[in-house]
Structure formats: structure tokens, C-alpha cells
């Protein structure tokens, strides 16, 4: 007894001791819960008739494997093996839904989508990141949001804003033929001085090396900035842009581009969640993290240059009296200033204004500048796809100029059948954004179009999935997008020709796609797909036919691997080269003319 005396009089008078003790036991009970749950949840989730991989590990499930691949090579092998639908393990025994199947991807994102929102942790970091814009809404919000923008992305607006695209697109070109008659050295685009010197030596004249993401990044900056807003970033002007740069560091990987690994993902997810549970503390602003750095400061920034378009276009409102002063009463700055103003139905609070900005920043700049990204690399190592292109543009181009034109109209980028089949080629294999992912807000029944064999039973099938509340659905945008099923047995290649086919009514017909366009999940579908895909289309085309008419690409070397990186969008890494970061070095030359 008097062991007992003296352990609980020690305890008291030592309360470290007990803080100690006390921070063993929250340890020790927690990690006994995740344990128990790992091994008991798969056995009473509804999916478990659901066949899908045997779970890598008994914490992590299959997320491992994830993200050490390339993003959505296990979500296709998982479609080759297990058909229209399939289930795999996430952290501590949770359940994940993988979704193929289109009446089912048309159940979740088309006809129910607000019984499908966003989960709270994802919509919490888009909020960090972006602002509540129509990104973040849910639900009626996310309703009113849209409908007070759709009007800026009207097809009538998209034909004004076509000469836009095409101003910007021949600035590059003049910054690039400039850099190619100076033979300017872009000193990022080698893999060390060696091989810069080795290249030097005896390259070609006339020919430059340079890292195309910082110029794809700069004119579809200035772009949405000019054609979005009203607003001029001078982006390819500059040497450094604030505002490219706050993207690049918030959108690239990790410092040292490793790998992240379950359990970073695990205390990331644990920071995010005391961040947003306790803003009044300001965590973000003391944890000694690296990446949590870059976020915020790169917030900081964009936030600034949000406020920077807000005051410079209500200026310019005073100035000239009234919103419809500026470029267009369906400008989306005007209208978006409007809806300030408003009340009711029509109305937008400061803090959804601000949001708004900061989502299209990113959803006009770094989406399309990823996919032209990856457009240049699969032209520069498929000189036929290049040449024919090149061909095309310049055939409608000639015949644009015998009728007194300058440039393509909006109309003829739209008709030209190459081009329009190798933009939905590189949407289709390279979607800047490869997965989504939506949970259940209500129990619900989520039919299929193509039975699967039930795993517990291969001689029953399932025609219908039964999800509880709460259950997260995954959307691999990448992998639906390579489906055998709707693209054919050679989905997985680069063939701009299936389009054309397909439109004529020969080879394999595409369709049982879903998608808001060409039968792909890249622009998602439904009420929330995205709002701008047809902004973005017109941008994209036109910056590529002015890139493409001027200039020859082809690869750096041909020894380096490219391989792929997800944080919110898919961009390049170069093997033995991902300390330098993000970068896709091309030799640049000026395409040879026969007139």
C-alpha cells in the first residue's frame, strides 16, 4: 500500500509525469484503434463484393503503390483486370470505390452530382489554396455561382475573345524567333554545364534548347489576365513573374521532387485538418515544413494579384461610369463586379469574388499551359504528326490571307480536322488533372452498365453497387480516358486519326464515354464540369497553330525519360534530373517554308 501511496503522491507532485503518461495512452489507444479498424472495416464495408487488389498493406492499403507510379497506372491496370468497377484499400481499412463504368460515372456526376460533393478535406484545401470559388461550392451555391458566370462563356463571347488568343500567341512567337536569331543559351534546360558545352559545340545554327513550360506558362498567364479580366500581367515581357512563380512552387513536387509516401501523405492530411479546424492559431504560419511554405507564400501572392485585378478594373469602372464600360457587360470581371452589388439570386460575396479570380487563374493559366506542355513533347518525338499539323494550319492560313485576313477566325480553328483530332488526342492521353474524387452525402444505389463478377461469389453478378453514406468515390480521369472499351484495343496510343474516322463514320465509333465533350472525362461532365473547357479549347488550338506554323521541336536528347508528376495538375519530371524541378527542354528551330 504504501508503494501505492508513494506512486500516486509522485505522480502528482511530478505532472510532466502525467502528461507523459497520459500523451503513452492517446498513443497507444489510437494506434490500437487504426489497427482494429484496418483489420475489421473491409469485412462490414458494402463493397466487399466488389472485386479489386489484395490490400499491400495492412495501414496503407494499396496507397503505396499509388504514389509510386505514375499517376493512373494502377487505376488502368485495375480497369483491364476487374472490368467496369473495382475496389481498393485506403488508409487504416477505408474503401474505395474506382468508378469505369459510364452509368455509373453519369449517376455520380450527371444526374445525383450534389449527392456527390467534394469530400470536406479536399474542399478545405482547395480553400487554402484557391479561395471558396465555384471550385470549393457546393449545392445551391455552387449553382448560383454558375449561373451568374456562365453568360462570360458564351459562344459569342468566345468568337470576340478568338483575336485575344491569337495577339498573345504571336508575342511568343516574336520573343521566340528573337531568342533563336540571338541564339539565346537558356541556362534551366540542361542537365548539368557538360552537356550544355557537349551541345554547343557542334549544334546546328539556327537552333536553340529551351525549357517551353516557363513560356507556356507566361502567354496563357497573360491571356486569362487579358481575355478574363481585362488586365495585363506583361508575363512574357519579364524575366521573372511574381505570379508564375507563386504557381510554379505551389503546383510542382516536393522539395528534393521524392516521391511522397504514405505517411507523408498521412501528416499532411493531419496538418490540413488542424489548420482548418483551428485557423484562429495560424498554424501554417509556425510549421517548420518546406511545402507549407510554398503553399502559403504562393497564396499570399496570388491573393495579392486577385486584389491587384479587383481595384484596377472597379478604377476603371468609376472612370468611365459604369460596368458595361468595360471590355463587355459578359466580361467576367464585369460580371463578377456586377453580382457584388446585387442582391438575391444574382449576388456573390467579396471573399466568393476573390475566389473566383484565384480559380481561374489557375484553371486559364497552369491547366492549359500543362496541356500544351505535353502537346510539344508528343509533336517533337512524332515529326509525321508535327508535319501534318504544320500543313493543315498553314493551308487554312494561306487561304485565310487570299481573302484579306490575317488570322484564323474562330470558326475555321474549329473546323479544321487535324488540329481539333490532336487536341482531343493530347486532352484524351495527357488530362492536365488525372483523377477526381467525390464521396456519398446520402445512402444510394449506383447502377452499372456492364455486371461485374461479385468477388465473393464469381457465379452471382452485380448490376448494382449499394453505397453508404460517407463512401469516397474515385473518378480516374486518365485511365477512363485510355478505356479499350470506348476508344478501341490501340486506346492507349497517340492517333490523332481516330477522330477523323470516327466523324466520317469509319474505323471504331467513339462512344459510351462519358464527358461534357468528345466522349472524355478531362473537362469532367454534368453540372460541375468545368465551366471554361470551350474558353480553354479556342486558347489552346489557337496557341498551337502559331506555335506550330513557325516553329520545328524536337527532343533535347535522346537518352532522357520523361516521367509524370501529379500535385493538382500532371506535369513533367526529367529522370536523373528532379532536383532542377519541373522543365521539358526541346530543340527549337524556325520551321522551313517553301514560299
Not at 453580382?339 to 491547366?367: D, Y
Not at 488540329?419 to 488525372?434: F, I, K
Not at 537518352?559 to 508528376?565: K, L, N, S
Request: net charge neutral; glycine share 6%; hydrophobic share 40%.
Amino acid at each position: 500500500m504504501d508503494q501505492v501511496e508513494r506512486a500516486v503522491s509522485w505522480t502528482y507532485a511530478h505532472p510532466l509525469a502525467t502528461g507523459a503518461v497520459a500523451i503513452v495512452a492517446l498513443v497507444l489507444s489510437t494506434a490500437v484503434y487504426y489497427i482494429l479498424a484496418s483489420l475489421v472495416r473491409p469485412h462490414f464495408s458494402s463493397l466487399r463484393d466488389v472485386p479489386g487488389p489484395p490490400r499491400d498493406h495492412l495501414l496503407w492499403g494499396n496507397v503505396a503503390r499509388i504514389l509510386q507510379e505514375e499517376p493512373a497506372v494502377a487505376h488502368k491496370e485495375w480497369q483491364e483486370k476487374y472490368g467496369s468497377v473495382a475496389r481498393y484499400h485506403g488508409f487504416f481499412g477505408a474503401q474505395r470505390l474506382v468508378l469505369y463504368d459510364p452509368a455509373a460515372l453519369n449517376h455520380v456526376l450527371l444526374s445525383n452530382c450534389y449527392d456527390y460533393p467534394k469530400p470536406e478535406e479536399v474542399r478545405g484545401d482547395l480553400a487554402m489554396i484557391l479561395g471558396k470559388g465555384i471550385l470549393f461550392a457546393e449545392g445551391d451555391d455552387h449553382r448560383r455561382q454558375r449561373r451568374i458566370m456562365n453568360p462570360s462563356f458564351g459562344p459569342a463571347h468566345l468568337r470576340e475573345l478568338t483575336p485575344v488568343f491569337f495577339e498573345h500567341s504571336h508575342r511568343l512567337r516574336e520573343v521566340l524567333t528573337e531568342a533563336i536569331e540571338a541564339g539565346q543559351v537558356d541556362e534551366t534546360a540542361w542537365r548539368d554545364e557538360e552537356q550544355r558545352k557537349s551541345w554547343a559545340k557542334d549544334h546546328p545554327e539556327g537552333e536553340i534548347v529551351h525549357d517551353v513550360i516557363k513560356w507556356l506558362n507566361r502567354v496563357t498567364l497573360d491571356i486569362i489576365g487579358d481575355a478574363g479580366f481585362g488586365y495585363q500581367f506583361g508575363a512574357l515581357e519579364k524575366s521573372d513573374n511574381a505570379l508564375g512563380r507563386a504557381f510554379s512552387h505551389m503546383f510542382s513536387p516536393r522539395a528534393g521532387a521524392h516521391k511522397p509516401t504514405p505517411f507523408m501523405l498521412v501528416r499532411g492530411r493531419f496538418i490540413g485538418y488542424l489548420i482548418r479546424a483551428l485557423p484562429v492559431l495560424k498554424i501554417a504560419e509556425w510549421i517548420p515544413n518546406e511545402r507549407i511554405r510554398q503553399v502559403r507564400d504562393g497564396f499570399r501572392v496570388v491573393q495579392t494579384e486577385s486584389e491587384n485585378i479587383i481595384r484596377s478594373k472597379q478604377d476603371d469602372v468609376v472612370a468611365k461610369d459604369g460596368l458595361d464600360s468595360t471590355r463587355g457587360s459578359k466580361d467576367l470581371i464585369a460580371l463578377l463586379l456586377k453580382s457584388v452589388q446585387s442582391e438575391g439570386k444574382s449576388s456573390m460575396t467579396n471573399e466568393e469574388l476573390r475566389g473566383q479570380l484565384t480559380t481561374f487563374l489557375l484553371a486559364g493559366h497552369e491547366t492549359t499551359s500543362t496541356a500544351l506542355t505535353w502537346t510539344l513533347h508528343i509533336l517533337a518525338n512524332k515529326p509525321g504528326v508535327q508535319e501534318k499539323l504544320r500543313k493543315e494550319v498553314r493551308d487554312a492560313r494561306a487561304k485565310a490571307k487570299s481573302e484579306g485576313r490575317e488570322e484564323l477566325e474562330h470558326r475555321e480553328l474549329d473546323s479544321l480536322p487535324y488540329l481539333d483530332g490532336v487536341t482531343r488526342e493530347v486532352l484524351r492521353l495527357e488530362s492536365p488533372v488525372t483523377a477526381t474524387i467525390r464521396h456519398a452525402a446520402r445512402d444510394d444505389i449506383i447502377p452499372l452498365s456492364t455486371p461485374i463478377p461479385s468477388a465473393s461469389d464469381p457465379s452471382r453478378t452485380i448490376s448494382h453497387l449499394r453505397v453508404n453514406k460517407g463512401q469516397d468515390i474515385f473518378i480516374p480521369i486518365r485511365a477512363v480516358n485510355a478505356s479499350k472499351r470506348i476508344f478501341g484495343p490501340d486506346a492507349e496510343e497517340f492517333r490523332p486519326e481516330r477522330w477523323i474516322e470516327s466523324d466520317a463514320g469509319t474505323g471504331w465509333k467513339i462512344e459510351g464515354g462519358v464527358g461534357v465533350t468528345s466522349n472524355i472525362l478531362t473537362f469532367l461532365a454534368g453540372p460541375r464540369s468545368c465551366i471554361g473547357y470551350k474558353f480553354a479549347l479556342v486558347e489552346f488550338k489557337a496557341i498551337l497553330s502559331v506555335l506550330i506554323d513557325a516553329f520545328e521541336f524536337s527532343p533535347r536528347d535522346t537518352e532522357t525519360h520523361v516521367e509524370r508528376r501529379s500535385v493538382i495538375v500532371t506535369r513533367p519530371l526529367l529522370v536523373g534530373e528532379e532536383d532542377h524541378g519541373n522543365k521539358m527542354p526541346l530543340r527549337i528551330r524556325l520551321a522551313k517554308r517553301d514560299d
